[in-house]
């Protein structure tokens, strides 16, 4: 399976979003999104937007604070 | 004046802090129903308002605050409401939550505030001041405080409150949600700013200052202060305005969210502009989403309603032009 990882820190609403909805689409089924992000609001919203898609977050970890990572597994 | 400082620190001290915990933002509210078809941040802005509409009238009850108005600005809730849900979606957020992002240590939004208030200012009373005034002449007069949706559509006041509370009530608990990944749910959060800013207009009235939570006015009134060094203009609003950055920053350090962070130049520069459109936008819809779409239409104000109704249009209009018609083009 397919691994991705994208840096969408310091990026503004909706970019972090908008940037993850572009990175997932030439995924294939089962392949996973790392999204590297520093916004709590991204955070929050990349997170409804996988759930709402139909995808399984796998992991949510804070590797610093104030810094996640989000691996999402696409459906 | 030592109450006003401390009353309005206090208000803006808890709001700041419940918009960080509860990433309470309504460009993101009102940008994911489009955007993701999500409405958990709208469930939060929903309850905020049936909480506020409930306690804000009883208090008018008790004779603890008054409010209303009769005169319906239609034109200018238009186009005011429109621009400023434009203006959102390039700012990168609404002007309450550009304000406490700055407690987060986003100097984007820093910068969007920065404009915002400059430019409600050279609305309010500067050089664009002509175009917002073109904008008030269009009006309905609709008799002693009935500028209200009720009166709209014929209804007593209580009844129309309680057809909301009903109605709302039932499509919150029915609409399915998500649970957060870290924050405060829907629920807590709606349920916080609703009584924040309930609180809010009786902490401000007992300074003199008969209205609620506001960004617009205040915004404008700093900028005046700071150029003129006159008291006069110093109220509750301004103190309000001052808390909520450092309610967010208590909020996001306490719980290790606090980070400096600056996007791309080209980026903070679309945040400035942003920021200016709200600005300008604000004055002319005479308020802001906090203005309008929670404290005003806390009143039912109608006013307020329709330039809550273009906001939405707005932003999904500017979500539409700024970034999914860009994302569609790269396939």
Redesign the interface.
């Known amino acids: 399976m397919a691994e991705k990882t994208i840096d969408v820190c310091g990026e503004i609403c909706p970019d972090p979003l908008t940037l993850s909805m572009q990175a997932m689409k030439p995924l294939a089924t089962g392949d996973t999104l790392k999204v590297v992000l520093d916004s709590p609001n991204a955070l929050e919203t990349i997170t409804r937007w996988a759930e709402r898609a139909g995808h399984t977050i796998l992991t949510t970890t804070e590797p610093e604070p104030g810094q996640w990572e989000l691996t999402i597994e696409k459906a | 004046m030592s109450v006003t400082i401390i009353f309005g620190l206090a208000v803006g001290i808890l709001f700041g802090y419940a918009l ?1 915990r509860g ?1 309470f ?1 309504m ?2 509210a009102f ?2 129903i489009y ?4 409405m ?1 941040l709208l469930k939060a802005y929903v309850l905020a308002l049936l909480v506020q509409i409930l306690v804000v009238h009883l208090l008018g009850e008790f004779g603890l605050i008054t409010f209303g108005n009769s005169t319906f600005f239609w034109l200018s809730a238009m186009v005011g409401g429109f621009l400023f849900g434009v203006g959102m979606t390039l700012a ?2 609404c002007s309450s ?1 550009s304000f406490y ?1 700055i407690g ?3 100097v ?1 939004s820093f910068v969007a505030v920065l404009t915002f208030v400059i430019f409600a200012a050279a609305t309010q009373s500067g050089p664009l001041q002509p175009l917002a005034l073109a904008l008030y002449a269009y009006t309905v007069e609709m008799g002693q405080d009935s500028a209200t949706m009720a009166h709209a559509v014929g209804l007593d006041r209580w009844l129309f409150i309680s057809i909301l509370v009903l109605v709302g009530g039932i499509w919150l608990l029915w609409a399915p949600a ?1 649970r ?4 405060w749910s829907w629920e807590t959060t709606g349920l916080a700013v609703g009584l924040i800013a309930a609180i809010a207009w009786i902490a401000s009235s007992y300074t003199g200052r008969n209205y609620g939570l506001s960004m617009t006015g205040p915004s404008a009134a700093t900028l005046r202060y700071m150029t003129t060094a006159d008291p006069v203009h110093l109220d509750w609003g301004i103190f309000q305005l001052l808390g909520m950055p450092i309610g967010a920053f208590l909020a ?1 350090s306490w719980n ?4 400096w ?4 130049p080209q ?1 903070i520069m679309r ?1 400035a502009l942003g920021g200016a459109v709200m600005g300008t936008a604000a004055v002319i819809a005479l308020g802001c989403n906090i203005g309008n779409s929670l404290t005003g239409m806390g009143i039912l104000s109608l006013s307020s309603f329709v330039a809550t109704l273009f906001l939405i249009l707005g932003t999904w209009s500017g ?1 539409y032009w700024f ?2 018609r860009p ?1 569609r083009e ?1 396939g």
Do not use: W
């Not at chain 2, 955007?35 to 999500?38: G, T």
């Open positions: 960080q990433r933002c460009y993101t940008r994911d955007l993701i078809r999500d958990t990168g957020g939550s992002r987060e240590g986003m984007g998500s957060p990944a870290r924050g996001a290790k969210e606090f980070k962070r600056a996007p791309q980026r945040q979500t970034f999914v994302m790269r």
